[in-house]
């Protein structure tokens, strides 16, 4: 079964305007001062953070597991504090 995830700007609280992760990568980019990849996502945080969400932890608890790490602690910090997400299961 595909696990799914969709980021959505904490302002939206009507969740009409999902974010495309790409556009997640860029804000995580810009706003840390670092370049972004035409193909990889920084520091493959999606490829991190995005399946622990989809697997059911929570941002608090991926952040205990990354306490050593100050630049994936710097990429959940943006997450925190700009996005909300749902995560959902297909059953197809």
Known sequence: MPRNIQFYLKGDV?????IPLVKVDEHICNTLKVPTHPVN???NWF???GM???L???LNSIT???EDDP???QVLGV???HYTYDTWISLK
């Not at 009507?14 to 999902?18: F, N, T």
């Open 79 to 81: 997450l925190m504090d």
């Open 47 to 49: 490829n991190h953070i």
């Open 64 to 66: 205990k597991h990354y």
């Open 71 to 73: 630049d994936m602690l």
């Open 14 to 18: 009507e969740r009409k305007a999902p």
């Open 41 to 43: 996502w920084y520091l």
């Open 52 to 54: 622990a969400l989809v």
């Open 56 to 58: 059911g932890h929570d």
